[in-house]
């Protein structure tokens, strides 16, 4: 078809692109047409309504089969994302928390930045109708937005695609080199990031700090929103979930040394079970 040179090479990298509940195949065809003509190939789906595999998305993707072909469906967005290191929300709705919010150009710089150091990327789109829930966004490191009309804000999600997908080609094009680098450390995964959080739960859950109960789920929200503010490394995490674990173990009545060892195991039998009853 015009503009498609099958003799050039494929360009086929970068973030992954996730799409929460689309509804129609032909707008994920659309997306995976926005997503070749800018170089990015990797699709995610959350429980599309109509289900996969679609041939109405593979008509309106326009020969972008690589893309449709690559696609993967998920149950869960918390599956999707499992494996990124890095993850951004993209929304048109100010949001309450604590996220920093940035433009497709600085975002892109940023995922640019990252995909070069080896780092795992994505950009989540919510659904046709009403986009992403507060739940789904704090779940991203960080928000992106575009500049748009205030009073006509709403785009389709192969518009929102297109947009991020152009401003990430762009910044393919420049070479920015450093005259060193800082330490080599390993980005947390969000399973990673996700599993130290629920250690932090169960620990706050012990300690009574969810109070009043029906708080607790808005309280989550806010720590999540703080705790994946700082793209932690695995090396970070593991330091944070020691400092957890002495919260277990330890108390100013009962301090380290003062029955250690029993107490820790009692603490962890009380989590994981008993190890010896085999």
Same mark, same amino acid.
């Given at each position: 078809?015009?503009?498609?040179?099958?003799?050039?090479?494929?360009?086929?990298?970068?973030?992954?692109?996730?799409?929460?509940?689309?509804?129609?195949?032909?707008?994920?065809?659309?997306?995976?047409?926005?997503?070749?003509?800018?170089?990015?190939?990797?699709?995610?789906?959350?429980?599309?309504?109509?289900?996969?595999?679609?041939?109405?998305?593979?008509?309106?993707?326009?020969?972008?089969?690589?893309?449709?072909?690559?696609?993967?469906?998920?149950?869960?967005?918390?599956?999707?994302?499992?494996?990124?290191?890095?993850?951004?929300?993209?929304?048109?709705?100010?949001?309450?928390?604590?996220?920093?919010?940035?433009?497709?150009?600085?975002?892109?710089?940023?995922?640019?930045?990252?995909?070069?150091?080896?780092?795992?990327?994505?950009?989540?789109?919510?659904?046709?109708?009403?986009?992403?829930?507060?739940?789904?966004?704090?779940?991203?490191?960080?928000?992106?937005?575009?500049?748009?009309?205030?009073?006509?804000?709403?785009?389709?999600?192969?518009?929102?695609?297109?947009?991020?997908?152009?401003?990430?080609? #762009?910044?393919?094009?420049?070479?920015?080199?450093?005259?060193?680098?800082?330490?080599?450390?390993?980005?947390?995964?969000?399973?990673?990031?996700?599993?130290?959080?629920?250690?932090?739960?169960?620990?706050?859950?012990?300690?009574?700090?969810?109070?009043?109960?029906? #708080?607790?789920? #808005?309280?989550?929200?806010?720590?999540?929103?703080?705790?994946?503010?700082?793209?932690?490394?695995?090396?970070?995490?593991?330091?944070?979930?020691?400092?957890?674990?002495?919260?277990?173990?330890?108390?100013?009545?009962?301090?380290?040394?003062?029955?250690?060892?029993?107490?820790?195991? #009692?603490?962890?039998?009380?989590?994981?079970?008993?190890?010896?009853?085999?």
């Amino acid at each position: 078809m015009a503009g498609t040179d099958r003799e050039k090479q494929l360009i086929a990298e970068g973030p992954a692109i996730i799409l929460v509940e689309p509804q129609l195949g032909e707008n994920i065809g659309m997306v995976a047409r926005a997503m070749a003509n800018f170089g990015l190939s990797e699709l995610r789906l959350v429980n599309p309504r109509d289900g996969w595999p679609s041939e109405k998305a593979r008509a309106a993707a326009s020969k972008a089969d690589h893309v449709i072909d690559g696609v993967v469906v998920f149950d869960t967005l918390e599956d999707a994302v499992a494996d990124l290191n890095f993850l951004y929300a993209t929304t048109a709705r100010e949001r309450d928390g604590f996220k920093p919010v940035r433009g497709p150009e600085a975002a892109n710089r940023t995922l640019r930045a990252r995909h070069a150091a080896g780092e795992r990327t994505g950009i989540l789109f919510g659904r046709e109708r009403f986009g992403l829930s507060n739940e789904e966004v704090a779940l991203a490191d960080e928000i992106v937005t575009f500049p748009v009309n205030p009073a006509f804000a709403s785009l389709n999600i192969a518009q929102a695609v297109l947009l991020m997908s152009y401003e990430w080609m #762009k910044t393919g094009f420049e070479a920015e080199q450093t005259p060193f680098a800082g330490p080599e450390l390993t980005p947390a995964s969000k399973e990673y990031l996700n599993g130290m959080i629920g250690h932090l739960e169960a620990a706050l859950d012990a300690r009574g700090y969810f109070r009043p109960a029906a #708080k607790k789920p #808005k309280m989550l929200d806010n720590l999540r929103a703080v705790l994946t503010r700082p793209a932690f490394t695995q090396e970070e995490i593991k330091l944070l979930r020691g400092v957890i674990s002495s919260l277990d173990y330890f108390s100013p009545k009962t301090p380290r040394g003062a029955g250690y060892p029993e107490r820790k195991a #009692k603490a962890d039998r009380d989590t994981h079970g008993d190890a010896d009853d085999t």
